[in-house]
């Protein structure tokens, strides 16, 4: 094309560049044009037949005639634009080249934009490319995905995805990977290409957790009878900030108290629901709220889980399910956070800011077919009550053979926060893991300059969520360097009585005796985020540089 404009070339490229770009608003096939160029014409004459070309395209309208009781026309505005104008709670991922824009799809011709005639997709305001739109329904798609198409048929609307695949028949044996030579097949929305799938609840974990909601609902209103004085004592601005832990994991629950006590944070609105009576005299004698209900909590293993998703980690799942949903019922708005959190700041009055949402959780960070598309963080969320939110903790409650058949109630949640939000309104929020203030493992593991940035006081979170950590040890050993333990080591495993016999005294305050004024950094992997430079210590991770 260049050298067919040699001449005159400052004028022609200047017409060229108008030309090009009525093609790229219009959508005119700029190939079939090009192609269509005799070389041997004047360029007045090339470019007369690109306008007559132009003024054609526009005349005929985009969207075929098969169509059009589909679509009357198409517009486009920007990702970030149309992100802050409609905020869906979904954690927004950057914006790329090639992802730059959303396209809107009009159902009518009153449906297109002031001056939109439907020939085009031009690039419009979000204000103006929505002007006449009655409902607005949002897709959200993965960019770059590697051979995938997308059928919008027009029928009676469904609120779902239906999924094909090119996987093999279940049962056949072999690769079940994805290939050509299969046909495309109904799959779930989990399946991956590889051909695997999250397994369906099996019927002994089904029955498995029928006979255990037998005994949590028969005995509910007794229960709920016996919470109720204490949670009123927790509750402030009908607030109550839940947490659970079992004598196995009562060292993390004592670093929350004396940590934050440290930083002269008040914890009068935790309730703990501890899962032994161990549990509960320690957090009793730490100053904060205790409930134990022996009917549900008898059979809860006291020791600490092992890792992530074993029978241990798996059971206090259930106890977290039971808690949340004993406050939900008594009408009480709730953050719910596990016992490996810790607070630099109060985190409610952050909540208090976001009033239009019904459930704020925290972005585990994870971008896992499970947890789409909240990629919600079960260890950390805030639930304000109202019908909607009940009857959501309500049916994570009756997902437990989900979360007996997974090990967690994080796939769970993502299920049902989605369902929920398409199908009841729920409001849901997903705290971006690009913000600042609520970070977690995911930002400990692979956010190595924001680390810096918390260590050095360039960033101030509100909390900080050691998830993605196998087990307690692994998370002292992190909250340690990191200058975030505040537990005596006399204290580590012990109960209150044993504690309480080392100052021969029955009414000491726990948190006097076993709390660190200032707790000292401690290296044990160089490979991970540090207060002071770690470069001696082992690597956790294989070959994995140091930290600093």
């Not at 001449?7 to 200047?14: A, F, H, L, P």
């Not at 798609?141 to 919008?152: I, M, V």
């Not at 609120?159 to 994805?178: A, E, T, W």
């Not at 004024?517 to 956790?540: G, M, Q, T, W």
Request: with cysteine; hydrophobic share 35%; aromatic share 8%.
């Amino acid at each position: 094309m260049v050298k067919a404009l040699q001449k005159d070339q400052e004028t022609t490229d200047t017409k060229l560049k108008e030309i090009l770009n009525a093609i790229h608003q219009n959508q005119v096939n700029e190939k079939e044009l090009i192609q269509s160029m005799d070389h041997q014409h004047e360029h007045a004459a090339f470019l007369q037949t690109l306008k007559d070309d132009l003024v054609h395209a526009k005349e005929k309208p985009l969207i075929p005639s098969p169509l059009q009781r589909l679509f009357s026309g198409m517009a486009r505005v920007s990702r970030d634009d149309f992100f802050q104008q409609y905020d869906t709670g979904v954690p927004q991922d950057e914006t790329i080249a090639g992802n730059e824009n959303v396209l809107l799809l009009y159902s009518n011709r009153n449906a297109l934009p002031p001056n939109h005639d439907g020939t085009g997709i031009p690039l419009l305001s979000v204000e103006n490319a929505t002007q006449h739109c009655n409902t607005l329904k949002i897709v959200m798609t993965q960019p770059d995905k590697q051979n995938e198409c997308l059928a919008l048929v027009g029928q009676w609307e469904s609120y779902h995805v239906q999924k094909f695949m090119r996987l093999p028949n279940d049962g056949v044996k072999g690769s079940s990977s994805v290939s050509e030579s299969n046909p495309l097949r109904h799959v779930s929305r989990l399946h991956i290409d590889t051909g695997l799938a999250q397994r369906i609840p099996t019927a002994p974990k089904v029955r498995d957790y029928n006979r255990q909601l037998v005994t949590y609902l028969s005995s509910f209103d007794a229960v709920l009878k016996k919470l109720m004085p204490i949670a009123a004592r927790a509750a402030k601005d009908n607030t109550i900030v839940v947490m659970v832990c079992n004598h196995g994991q009562s060292e993390l629950l004592m670093n929350f108290v004396c940590s934050s006590r440290a930083r002269g944070l008040d914890l009068s609105q935790v309730l703990v629901f501890a899962t032994d009576e161990e549990t509960r005299d320690l957090a009793e004698g730490l100053g904060l709220v205790a409930f134990y209900s022996h009917v549900n909590f008898e059979s809860m293993p006291k020791h600490a889980a092992g890792y992530y998703a074993d029978d241990t980690f798996t059971e206090m799942m259930m106890a977290k399910l039971y808690s949340v949903h004993l406050i939900s019922q008594l009408g009480y708005d709730l953050l719910f956070q596990d016992v490996d959190v810790m607070w630099y700041r109060n985190p409610l009055p952050f909540f208090s800011n976001f009033s239009h949402f019904d459930v704020i959780v925290q972005d585990d960070g994870a971008r896992n077919i499970r947890f789409q598309p909240y990629s919600p963080n079960s260890g950390f969320y805030f639930a304000r009550h109202n019908e909607r939110t009940e009857y959501f903790i309500h049916s994570l409650l009756m997902a437990g053979p989900i979360i007996l058949q997974s090990g967690s109630h994080q796939n769970a949640m993502a299920a049902i926060l989605n369902e929920h939000s398409s199908w009841r309104g729920l409001h849901v929020k997903t705290w971006n893991r690009n913000m600042q203030e609520l970070p977690n493992g995911y930002h400990f593991q692979t956010r190595k300059e924001y680390m810096k940035d918390i260590i050095q006081g360039n960033s101030h979170p509100i909390i900080f969520h050691m998830s993605w950590t196998s087990n307690k040890e692994e998370k002292r050993a992190k909250l340690e360097q990191m200058g975030d333990w505040y537990v005596k080591d006399m204290c580590v495993g012990s109960t209150a009585a044993k504690i309480r016999n080392i100052r021969k005294s029955k009414k000491i305050d726990i948190g006097g005796t076993c709390c660190k004024a200032n707790p000292k950094v401690k290296c044990h992997y160089k490979d991970k985020p540090s207060r002071i430079p770690c470069k001696e210590s082992p690597a956790l991770e294989k070959n994995h540089p140091s930290f600093w």
